[in-house]
């Protein structure tokens, strides 16, 4: 039986363990987990994990170690736990902008520590995440990791010195999509379509575009020269988009969003 742990079970902790305990290998894991507020320990007891005292009887008693908690709290956790980390201890941390020298100054030394950026749609099942490690996990122990994450939607492996960079792309981003979908909504309800309607069509135009992204095998440049007919609407759309610096403001959006990553990290 693999031990593992949630230091943290709010909204990402628990989306992780849930899908840990839907997928075929939740007979092969036990649950672990420490929240200071008790409605999340409630939760996750819900789910079957074994509700520790402290954030330290937890490390103590699980092989791998989820820290879901905010950067804020992380030197408080580490603290916490220091003196039951390991050398064999695998620490997975979400916390975005630290590093797994870091984690390790504050624990043991060459600790095994796997950095992921998830994403909230991980409670549906449908999250996306980015992984990497550092050299003293072992691939049996990455590939564990990996396969929680699968659990629970989709991964890629990426250099580790691209997590900051990469908070932008998958775990900030949902944000940034609800506020464009939230605009489209506003405009739908200013002309007098009802808002529950045009959510339905946004969100399935959401999901229909991403698929045609990951599925069609064409470019998001032929991807929109498909909808675009010349002198149609779509074009009239597009040319406002551009005019008011969609794509500058974008970039900007993930500029200030690594930025605050590495200000987290220091």
């Known amino acids: 039986m693999t031990t593992v742990g949630f230091i943290g079970a709010g909204n990402m902790g628990y989306a992780i363990m849930k899908g840990i305990k839907d997928s075929d290998m939740s007979s092969e894991i036990a649950l672990y987990a420490f929240d200071t507020y008790q409605d999340a320990c409630v939760r996750a007891q819900q789910l079957g994990a074994q509700i520790t005292a402290d954030a330290a009887e937890l490390a103590g008693s699980c092989s791998y170690v989820f820290l879901a908690v905010k950067p804020q709290q992380l030197d408080e956790v580490l603290d916490a736990i220091k003196p039951e980390v390991t ?12 590093t797994d020298e870091y984690i390790a100054s504050k624990t043991v030394s060459g600790a095994k520590v796997v950095l992921v950026m998830p994403n909230t749609p991980l409670l549906l099942g449908e999250g996306a995440t980015a992984l990497s ?4 996990v072992t691939d ?5 990791v990996c396969s929680v994450f699968g ?38 309800v200013s002309v007098g379509i009802d ?7 946004f969100a399935k135009s959401l999901i229909g575009s991403a698929k045609m992204i990951t599925d069609s095998g064409k470019s998001i440049d032929e991807l929109i020269d ?41």
């Open 87 to 98: 050398a064999k201890t695998v620490i997975i941390s979400i916390c975005a902008g630290i």
């Open 133 to 136: 490690r550092s050299e003293s």
């Open 140 to 144: 049996k122990e990455f590939g564990f």
């Open 151 to 188: 659990s629970c939607g989709i991964y890629s492996v990426i250099p580790k010195d691209k997590m900051k960079e990469i908070i932008a792309v998958n775990g900030s981003s949902p944000a940034f999509i609800y506020l464009y979908a939230q605009s489209f909504v506003k405009y739908a």
């Open 195 to 201: 808002e529950k309607a045009a959510v339905q069509l």
């Open 226 to 266: 498909m909808v675009s007919s010349k002198g149609g609407t779509t074009i009239a759309g597009l040319a406002e988009l551009r005019a008011g610096g969609l794509d500058e403001a974008v970039q900007n959006c993930c500029k200030a969003c690594t930025q605050r990553a590495y200000e987290l990290s220091k």
